[in-house]
């Protein structure tokens, strides 16, 4: 299957720090890739569809300004939690689906921590 | 109505028996259909696609789709206890680019 790297796997930070978050398609370019949030013995919520050279899409409920994200190319899509708060802790994944296929393949995901 | 519906569990089965997940979806023009397996603290894992009625089999994994009854659901045959996992349904929304997730089954299987 294709290979999606998330980095860094786990980050803990201050509160009101910015955390960049990097997805990375590895062996296929991904014009569309996906940002989820999970807490604790929850599902997966979508925060955003994000497509290359364009604005994301943000569900309903995410705040645009808070959580930045750029897909500046085929293979890479960055979020960014900007002033990041204790309750903005959680795990967070990307996904990225084939140009052509729509099967999601999704990265080892960011445990973050905001102290 | 949620879009994709699946039952929360806990379902527990001993080692070596079948494991039945069902998923029922909302949109009848739904194209593609996916399974994911998600092991606590981790990401979720791509099992199987399916995107025809019928059955998809794979190793000790089996598909099974009915568009008319709007249900997929995943066999999981001699049940092993490192198939522990939560799994995921997923639905591709006609539209293409949408994908809908269950909340998952949670899933034991006991030695």
């Known amino acids: 299957g294709a290979v999606v790297s998330q980095h860094p796997s786990r980050v803990i930070c201050k509160s009101g720090t910015s955390v960049k978050i990097e997805c990375r398609s590895l062996?296929?370019?991904?014009?569309?890739m996906f940002w989820y949030r999970q807490f604790p013995k929850q599902s997966l919520m979508l925060m955003a569809t994000s497509n290359e050279g364009s604005k994301a899409t943000y569900e309903q409920g995410v705040e645009k300004d808070k959580f930045l994200i750029n897909h500046a190319s085929l293979t890479l899509s960055t979020l960014t939690v900007t002033s990041a708060h204790p309750e903005d802790s959680s795990f967070y994944i990307c996904?990225?689906?084939?140009?052509?296929?729509?099967?999601?393949?999704f990265g080892a995901g960011t445990r973050l921590s905001v102290l | 109505q949620k879009e994709v519906e699946q039952n929360s569990g806990p379902l527990s089965v001993p080692e070596g028996a079948i494991a039945s997940l069902n998923c029922t979806y909302s949109?009848?023009?739904?194209?593609?259909f996916f399974w994911y397996r998600q092991y606590s603290g981790k990401s979720p894992e791509l099992i199987m696609f399916?995107?025809?009625?019928g059955d998809k089999e794979d190793g000790r994994f089996t598909a099974q789709l009915n568009k008319a009854s709007q249900y997929v659901s995943l066999l999981i045959r001699d049940s092993q206890p490192s198939d522990s996992a939560t799994y995921l349904c997923?639905?591709?929304?006609?539209?293409?680019?949408?994908?809908?997730f269950g909340t998952g089954t949670s899933l034991t299987v006991i030695p």
């Open positions: 996904s990225a689906t084939r140009d052509g296929k729509n099967i999601q393949y």
């Open positions: 997923a639905v591709n929304g006609y539209t293409g680019n949408q994908f809908y």
């Open positions: 949109d009848r023009g739904s194209q593609s």
């Open positions: 399916i995107y025809s009625n």
């Open positions: 062996d296929f370019q991904a014009t569309t």
